[in-house]
């Protein structure tokens, strides 16, 4: 590694916190997802980075990161039918606009 | 501050090594920047770039890694598929150069708050926890040992994600298509 | 030969197309019939090599056949519990196998015609799932080793009738005669299920196998047990007193009266009797029940069909007479006799109902007093439906004659002469009626005027292929073909040859009838002086109402359960309701007190407590935003605090 493993898990953090606050104050739907595309992402260089400094020579956590961008795929697939099922319903993706689990 | 010692990270930095960190911090800086970006931007089809821009940053970041694979599947799928499939979304969808439409909501500042609390947090954690393990083997995974780990032992989960990606296609469908009434 | 698969198909294969066509049937459209008819033409071939598998050994070996019948019986353990189990068995033995072979073929036919029939309606595919289902049940009837899987098959048989009289639910006719079909033979059904029970209790083994030797342990028992079988054949072989819903019945489509009201479901009470022949054999008394009820209904429905009008109505109490005649050829003691007219009948009553479907189809309506001449319109149809009432009539060689001859020669051996006579006032009535319906259908002046024209080949087709089984079937039971039938059932035919004088009979009685017919339809003499037509008009009116039996069982039965429904329901409403509503009185001045108690009492803490909660609600209620990124927010700060909490600062 050229350089010390906490420096890649601190970039990592760093994505995450960003991630994380897209997804807390973003308006818009699709916003919120990028966020989430953010958060994954961080969470695969912690896999990819803790597998290159302590070693797993069968590749077992870069197959975690190829699962974990498999399921990002389809939930963004997913998210953006809904998101644009949503759109179509009510004219509107900012989620601050769409309250249905207010009781 | 580091104190794990790797072959590939000899004690004595020579000008190519220099280069080679210095491109590391660069990328870095460049995807945290791209995911600022993309949590910022008032227009989203910005928001969209500076997530092409983080992801694309990840990719390098496995390249330094030394996960090639990841790479280039992070690029092909990320960038590639997701990102394109969002950048439709937002064209479909959003009135995206709405300057009247704020970016946060109001509860930006608390979550502000909380957010750089962790970031901090997490920080600290990292920069003071001792991450090293001795006696493990650092080389990095040959992509024929990681095509051989796919097909065998996690053949099953990698299954499973083709069956769920083909039960998101279904559903997407059934979801977004046009109200028959 | 020891692999089940077969056998086990020949009834699977038509339960596979029932689940495919309800499940997609409205996909497939006009195509939905190719799979009724292929795996229907499936289970008729598997049945066909059972048949050879039957014949071969015969064939090389007749001392072996006799001795070792090539029968096939395979069973496996389907629900065991405690020391028995529940076996599922089929059996292949010749009575079994020519079922199945009349069953396939002639089904297979009537299907093929029903896609001519039923072309336009809207539940065109519903129609072929339900035949499906008919058939698989049917063949389980058939095939079945043992009488629980026999009963399974009996009242699937019994739904799919029910489903398909009525299948045009939205006429109420046809809505009602499926109810009354299914409630009537409901009532014969109970008689089968005691006689199972019985015998399950008293012999412990349900095997069809050896059930002559097992008859012993029925002990005092056996007769009534042969009667309830029989009680729950009549029901289904609409035998008198449980005939009534037969003639109803024939607000199905016409395929349907054709297939299961006339040439297979009905005949599946005969087949139970002949089946379990072994039981009726040692009492007497309970062939002569048989017999008796045989001769009955077959006399009794052969009078009624002389005076209807209405083409359906005529072919289904010929129907009911002629099943009966086959009763009373069991009723002899001879299986053979019963299932010889079975086979036969089945080919020419099947005729005869596409025949008149065909006719139907085209004038679209029953009522052969309006109909006339159509045999210049309809070639085909009044040549084969003429050849069927013919074959019916037992006109030789046609194959009518073979099993009628059969029966008459059965009953002159055994019973008494009585029976003969009926069942020779039987033969002389067919004729007559069946040619009645002949000439005034489809010869002389039409009497309406009607554009009617020759059905397409998908209905003509089946036509013809029947009317060749109806003419040559009864000779695999003539001397002609040395008997061919009664050695493949394994009956010795040498004692009930028929006699010469008694042929003749049937010949000259059968003819009789159809010149009286076509004395008085085809040339319109009046055959008895006025004075004594006038004098016979009550008992005229009393057969061509049937004989009032439907009235009488309004009377009898349904009157007294709706007037006892009456009373109990004023029974209920006076003393019942009364008491309740006594007690409630009460109930209620107590409950006054006690409200006052709850009202000041308890609900002043209930009402505390409430508001409490109520207020700490509202203000909880302020955190429930609906909005995800709210909670995530509280979430994360959550999380955070617990962090803290735990480990302190960082």
Same mark, same amino acid.
């Given at each position: 590694m050229i350089v010390p493993l906490s420096h890649v898990l601190v970039v990592s953090a760093g994505l995450f916190a960003l991630g994380l606050f897209g997804a807390l104050t973003r308006r818009n739907a699709i916003g919120i997802l990028m966020s989430i595309e953010l958060i994954l992402n961080s969470a695969n260089l912690n896999l990819v980075a803790f597998s290159r400094a302590w070693g797993a020579p069968d590749g077992s956590p870069q197959v975690m990161v190829l699962l974990v961008i498999g399921i990002a795929a389809s939930g963004a697939v997913a998210g953006l039918a809904l998101i644009l099922a949503i759109f179509r319903h009510r004219k509107t993706i900012a989620v601050d606009e769409i309250n249905l689990l207010k009781g | 501050m580091d104190v794990l010692d790797s072959p590939l990270m000899p004690n004595t930095v020579g000008p190519l090594e220099f280069a080679a960190k210095a491109a590391f911090y660069a990328v870095s800086a460049m995807t945290l920047a791209g995911a600022w970006i993309t949590v910022s931007a008032k227009n989203l089809f910005r928001a969209a770039l500076g997530l092409a821009m983080a992801l694309f940053g990840v990719a390098v970041l496995y390249l330094f890694l030394e996960a090639e694979f990841l790479a280039v599947t992070q690029l092909l799928v990320y960038v590639g598929a997701i990102l394109t499939l969002i950048v439709f979304g937002v064209m479909l969808t959003a009135r995206i150069a709405d300057p009247n439409v704020p970016r946060w909501n109001q509860q930006a500042g608390a979550a502000w708050a909380l957010t750089a609390a962790l970031g901090i947090g997490l920080a600290r954690i990292l920069f003071t926890a001792p991450w090293d393990m001795p006696g493990l083997s650092t080389t990095p995974a040959k992509l024929s040992a990681l095509g051989h780990t796919i097909l065998t032992s996690y053949l099953l989960p990698f299954e499973l994600l083709s069956l769920l990606l083909l039960g998101a296609l279904v559903g997407a469908l059934f979801i977004a298509r046009r109200d028959p009434r | 030969m020891q692999d089940l698969t077969p056998l086990a198909l020949i009834p699977l294969l038509p339960l596979l197309s029932f689940g495919i066509l309800i499940l997609m049937g409205r996909r497939l459209g006009r195509w939905a019939p190719a799979v009724s008819l292929l795996a229907l033409l499936g289970s008729a071939l598997l049945s066909l090599d059972r048949y050879m598998a039957l014949t071969l050994p015969s064939a090389i070996d007749p001392q072996a056949h006799l001795s070792m019948p090539a029968s096939l019986h395979f069973t496996w353990a389907w629900l065991p519990f405690g020391e028995h189990s529940l076996k599922i068995g089929f059996l292949a033995d010749p009575l079994s196998v020519t079922m199945c072979l009349v069953v396939t073929v002639i089904g297979w036919m009537i299907m093929l015609y029903s896609i001519g029939y039923m072309?336009?309606?809207?539940?065109f595919s519903r129609f072929f799932a339900y035949l499906s289902l008919f058939f698989s049940a049917m063949l389980t009837l058939v095939l079945a080793d043992h009488f629980v899987l026999l009963y399974i098959g009996w009242e699937g048989v019994g739904l799919c009738s029910y489903l398909l009289i009525s299948f045009w639910f939205e006429k109420p006719a046809a809505a009602n005669a499926g109810k009354k079909a299914f409630l009537t033979t409901r009532v014969g059904d109970l008689g089968l299920l005691a006689a199972i029970l019985l015998i399950a209790k008293l012999t412990g083994n349900l095997s069809f196998a050896d059930l002559g030797s097992r008859a012993a342990a029925l002990g005092h028992w056996a007769p009534w047990v042969a009667i309830l079988i029989f009680w729950g054949a009549a029901g289904k072989s609409a035998q008198f007193p449980l005939h009534v819903w037969l003639p109803d019945? $024939?607000?199905?489509?016409t395929p349907v009266s054709a297939l299961i009201?006339?040439?297979?479901m009905v005949a599946a009470g005969v087949y139970l009797v002949a089946r379990t022949m072994p039981l009726f054999l040692p009492n007497p008394q309970a062939l002569m029940t048989v017999a008796v009820i045989g001769a009955f209904t077959s006399l009794f429905a052969a009078t009624i069909a002389c005076t209807q009008t209405d083409l359906k109505r005529i072919l289904a109490y010929s129907t009911l007479s002629q099943l009966g005649l086959m009763m009373l050829g069991l009723g002899t003691g001879s299986a053979f006799a019963g299932m010889f007219h079975l086979v036969t009948h089945a080919w020419f009553k099947a005729l005869l109902f596409l025949g008149a479907g065909s006719v139907i189809h085209a $004038?679209?309506?029953?009522?052969i007093t309006r109909m006339g001449g159509l045999w210049r319109k309809m070639p085909v149809t009044a040549t084969t439906f003429t050849l069927a009432a013919v074959a019916m009539a037992g006109i030789p060689p046609l194959s009518g004659f073979w099993s009628k001859e059969e029966i008459l020669a059965a009953v002159h051996g055994a019973l008494p002469l009585p029976f003969l006579a009926v069942a020779m006032a039987v033969s002389f009535l067919t004729a007559f009626y069946i040619s009645r319906a002949v000439i005034l259908t489809f010869f002389g002046q039409p009497r309406e005027e009607s554009h009617v024209h020759e059905s397409p080949l998908v209905m003509t087709g089946p036509l013809m292929l029947l009317a060749i089984g109806s003419a040559g079937v009864g000779l695999l039971g003539s001397k002609w073909t040395g008997h061919a039938f009664q050695q493949f059932l394994g009956v010795h035919a040498a004692g009930h040859e028929a006699a010469t004088w008694m042929q003749s009979a049937a010949i000259a009685v059968a003819g009789s009838g159809f010149l009286l017919a076509l004395a008085r339809y085809g040339f319109g003499w009046p055959l008895l002086p006025k004075g004594l037509r006038v004098l016979l008009r009550p008992a005229y009116r009393l057969v061509a109402n049937k004989y009032f039996i439907d009235e009488i069982y309004e009377a009898l039965l349904l009157n007294p359960i709706r007037r006892l429904s009456g009373e109990s329901f004023s029974f209920d409403a006076g003393v019942i309701d009364g008491a309740v509503n006594g007690a409630g009185v009460a109930g209620l001045r107590l409950s006054r007190f006690k409200q006052w108690v709850d009202e000041t009492i308890v609900d002043g803490l209930i009402n505390n407590t409430a508001l409490t909660i109520g207020r700490g609600g509202a203000l909880f209620r302020r955190m429930q935003t609906g909005l995800v990124q709210n909670y995530l927010l509280v979430a994360l700060g959550s999380v955070l605090a617990i962090f803290l909490l735990m480990k302190g600062l960082p």
């Open positions: - | - | 072309h336009g309606d809207p539940r019945a $024939m607000e199905g489509p009201h006339a040439a297979t $004038m679209h309506h029953q009522e």
